[in-house]
């Protein structure tokens, strides 16, 4: 009986190695087909889920503070929403093809501040100390009155001279007079005007009230939006006034109260006023670099369907824009809709004909439900099905390359934050970016007729046989 319990024994300790070898074996062979597949940027997201798991949502008060950021985060303007896209967009990318996105996006950020600070550069003002102007309010040594419609203010004539051309011209057609009256373009101006226009031509720095205050006051919107407009129109013509009478200081004060007003209500009315010959190329620089900062913003406001044409169209084409592709597509579509009801009335497939072409609608994956609904209307043609993928993305060909969105380089740099590609795959992944496809030249000749010029005679003297 002992034996027979004996070899029951061995031969179930048989049985249990043989199935722990084949489990083993079993196991081997998965890994081996792991480890044979190429990875992609699923495995590194499926992982990056994983370690966050347990310690992002260790505790109940934590659980309550995700669910919350998700619920603010919901909507198609917030970061989130569009870490999630692009996170779908490279699921099936190579690590090497994130990284090279990741580098051009970097480059793209970079060449971003260096527009931004040459868009805010502009020629330095000539200074002038601000004891002068105590002078004036001291009335100390003053020796000409500056006479305009029911007032006069006291002024130094030889600060009038080196400073302003305008007043130049004036004090030399009275010399000996201690009362000169305003003539010319000064003769418009009212006492705070000119009140402004001396304290910056003694101070050498721009009125701390009055216009530059209410310009200022502007963006949040005091008095209704009528009442912003017509202090925009007051720096608009002391802005011009200045330019004439050549005063730079008194030109960049309005600059920056001008800018300092910007809001999505006041745009249009800003670029409207930048398109004329006399405005400030200053201005215009910033306005379109606002318009581009906040293009969500802007295009969803009652004002937007005053915006010119020509300001979206540059916007649009625009490495900098900071807005999706899909939420520009949508923003653009519902400003069709808007500026077809204000007058002549246009229809809004004409509007958005010049503009949606402009929007990179080759990054958009086939099944987006804007561009689905975009060639629904016929604003864009319909989507191939390599749309939205590495090559799009990469601009590989004829397809443009993304912009400069730096919610997308925030969640590269996330994503890749713990990678480490290998260098030889990451230098095949960018001469496949850069190198183009050579077009076959071959096919012009198969137009070309045969016989279509009668060969010349040859000659009398001429072999008609060669020899090799």
Same mark, same amino acid.
């Given at each position: 009986?002992?034996?027979?319990?004996?070899?029951?024994?061995?031969?179930?300790?048989?049985?249990?190695?043989?199935?722990? !070898?084949?489990r083993?074996?079993?196991?081997?062979?998965?890994?081996?087909?792991?480890?044979?597949?190429?990875?992609?940027? $699923?495995?590194?997201?499926? %992982?990056r889920?994983?370690?966050?798991?347990?310690?992002?949502?260790g505790?109940?008060?934590?659980?309550?503070?995700?669910?919350a950021?998700?619920?603010?985060? $919901?909507?198609?303007?917030?970061?989130?929403e569009?870490?999630?896209?692009?996170?779908?967009?490279?699921?099936?990318?190579?690590?090497?093809?994130?990284?090279?996105?990741?580098?051009?996006l &970097?480059a793209?950020?970079?060449l971003?501040?260096?527009?931004?600070?040459?868009? !805010?550069?502009?020629?330095?003002?000539?200074?002038?100390?601000?004891? #002068? @102007?105590?002078?004036? =309010?001291?009335?100390?040594a003053?020796?000409?009155?500056?006479?305009?419609?029911?007032?006069?203010?006291? $002024?130094?004539?030889?600060?009038?001279?080196?400073?302003?051309?305008?007043f130049?011209?004036?004090?030399?057609?009275?010399?000996?007079?201690?009362?000169?009256?305003? %003539?010319?373009?000064?003769?418009?101006?009212?006492?705070?005007?000119?009140e402004?226009?001396?304290?910056?031509?003694y101070?050498?720095a721009?009125?701390p009230?009055?216009?530059?205050? /209410?310009?200022?006051?502007?963006r949040?919107?005091?008095g209704?939006?009528?009442a912003?407009?017509?202090?925009?129109?007051?720096?608009?013509?002391?802005? +011009?006034?200045?330019?004439?009478?050549?005063?730079?200081i008194?030109?960049?004060?309005? &600059?920056? @109260?001008?800018?300092?007003?910007?809001?999505?209500?006041?745009?249009?009315h800003? !670029?409207?006023w930048?398109?004329?010959?006399?405005a400030?190329?200053?201005?215009?620089?910033?306005?379109?670099?606002?318009?581009?900062?906040?293009?969500?913003?802007?295009?969803?406001?009652?004002a937007?369907?005053?915006?010119?044409?020509?300001a979206?169209?540059?916007?649009?084409?625009?490495?900098? !824009?900071?807005?999706?592709e899909?939420?520009a597509?949508?923003?653009? #579509?519902?400003?069709? +809709?808007?500026?077809a009801?204000?007058?002549?009335?246009?229809?809004?497939?004409?509007?958005? $004909?010049?503009?949606?072409?402009?929007?990179?609608?080759? =990054?958009?994956?086939?099944?987006?439900d804007?561009?689905?609904?975009?060639?629904?209307?016929?604003v864009?043609?319909?989507?191939?099905?390599?749309?939205?993928?590495?090559?799009?993305?990469l601009?590989?060909?004829?397809?443009?390359?993304?912009?400069c969105?730096?919610?997308?380089?925030?969640e590269?740099?996330? #994503?890749? %934050? /713990?990678?480490?590609?290998? &260098?030889?795959?990451l230098?095949?992944?960018?001469?496949?970016?850069?190198?183009l496809?050579?077009?076959?030249?071959?096919?012009?000749?198969?137009?070309?007729?045969?016989?279509? =010029?009668?060969?010349? %005679?040859?000659r009398?003297?001429?072999? =008609?046989?060669?020899?090799?």
């Amino acid at each position: 009986m002992s034996r027979l319990l004996c070899c029951l024994r061995v031969r179930r300790a048989r049985d249990d190695m043989g199935a722990a !070898l084949e489990r083993q074996q079993v196991g081997d062979a998965s890994d081996r087909t792991v480890c044979g597949a190429p990875p992609t940027m $699923a495995d590194v997201i499926r %992982e990056r889920k994983k370690k966050a798991g347990g310690a992002a949502l260790g505790t109940l008060r934590r659980r309550l503070a995700a669910a919350a950021r998700r619920s603010r985060d $919901a909507g198609p303007e917030r970061g989130c929403e569009h870490a999630r896209f692009l996170r779908s967009v490279v699921a099936t990318w190579r690590p090497a093809e994130v990284v090279v996105l990741g580098e051009q996006l &970097e480059a793209l950020a970079a060449l971003r501040d260096l527009h931004a600070q040459a868009a !805010l550069a502009r020629e330095p003002a000539r200074p002038l100390a601000a004891d #002068l @102007a105590r002078l004036r =309010h001291a009335r100390l040594a003053c020796d000409v009155e500056l006479r305009g419609a029911g007032f006069s203010l006291p $002024a130094h004539r030889a600060v009038l001279l080196a400073r302003c051309d305008h007043f130049r011209d004036l004090l030399r057609r009275h010399p000996a007079s201690a009362r000169v009256p305003l %003539e010319g373009v000064s003769a418009s101006l009212s006492r705070a005007q000119l009140e402004a226009v001396l304290h910056a031509l003694y101070a050498g720095a721009p009125p701390p009230a009055d216009h530059a205050g /209410s310009l200022r006051n502007c963006r949040g919107g005091g008095g209704g939006r009528h009442a912003s407009l017509a202090m925009l129109d007051d720096g608009f013509r002391l802005y +011009e006034i200045a330019r004439f009478l050549e005063m730079p200081i008194v030109v960049q004060g309005c &600059e920056d @109260a001008i800018v300092c007003a910007l809001s999505p209500d006041t745009l249009p009315h800003v !670029l409207r006023w930048c398109a004329e010959p006399v405005a400030s190329q200053w201005v215009q620089r910033q306005a379109m670099r606002y318009l581009r900062d906040e293009f969500p913003a802007v295009m969803a406001a009652p004002a937007a369907a005053a915006l010119p044409r020509a300001a979206l169209a540059d916007a649009l084409s625009s490495d900098f !824009l900071q807005a999706g592709e899909a939420q520009a597509l949508r923003a653009l #579509l519902r400003w069709a +809709e808007r500026a077809a009801r204000e007058p002549p009335g246009a229809a809004p497939r004409d509007l958005l $004909a010049p503009l949606a072409p402009l929007v990179r609608t080759e =990054h958009l994956p086939p099944d987006c439900d804007v561009l689905q609904q975009a060639v629904r209307r016929g604003v864009v043609g319909a989507p191939a099905p390599w749309q939205g993928g590495a090559a799009a993305w990469l601009g590989r060909g004829a397809c443009r390359p993304p912009r400069c969105f730096l919610p997308y380089l925030d969640e590269v740099k996330a #994503l890749l %934050e /713990s990678q480490v590609v290998p &260098e030889a795959e990451l230098a095949a992944a960018r001469r496949s970016r850069l190198l183009l496809p050579i077009p076959d030249a071959l096919y012009m000749l198969a137009d070309i007729p045969r016989n279509r =010029h009668p060969r010349p %005679e040859r000659r009398a003297g001429m072999s =008609h046989t060669c020899s090799c």
